[in-house]
């Protein structure tokens, strides 16, 4: 496990403090590793018209990517929740952009985490291979 990933994990924690989630009380937090070592954190930010609602692993690659960050080496996710907080498709998808070696923290506490990579939490994926005609 990279030294940085135990406070990647707390950072995670942290950021669902920071969560606006007043339609499903559902914080989530997330934390994102890039290559030199940087961390961006990123929370769930809700929109009356629910569709308009982005996660915090979105928002933690946008605040990355938007300061010209391109290459990532792990994200944590924690949630309120009492159990492992795995990624929703969306935001597998969206990762996945960024490379299939990602390593995902799925956190349950701050000390019972799995760490699974991206490519085996999607498979098959679709990337910028796909598109070459
Ligand atoms: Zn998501």
Redesign the pocket.
């Known amino acids: 496990m990279h030294p940085l990933y135990s406070e990647l994990i707390e950072l995670s924690i942290k950021a669902k403090k920071h969560s606006y989630s007043p339609y499903s009380k559902f914080s989530v937090g997330a934390a994102l590793l890039t290559s030199n070592n940087k961390i961006y954190t990123g929370t769930?930010v809700e929109s009356a018209s629910y569709s308009l609602s982005?996660?915090?692993?979105?928002v933690a690659f946008t605040k990355a990517v938007s300061e010209g960050e391109k290459k990532f080496r792990a994200i944590a996710i924690s949630a309120s929740i009492k159990d492992y907080i795995y990624?929703?498709?969306?935001?597998?998808q969206?990762m996945y952009e960024f490379g299939k070696d990602l390593d995902v923290i799925i956190i349950k506490s701050k000390k019972d985490f799995l760490i699974k990579k991206l490519a085996d939490l999607l498979p098959g994926a679709f990337d910028k291979r796909s598109l070459k005609l």
């Not at 982005?54 to 979105?58: G, S």
């Open positions: 769930n982005i996660c915090a692993e979105r990624p929703c498709g969306a935001c597998r969206f």
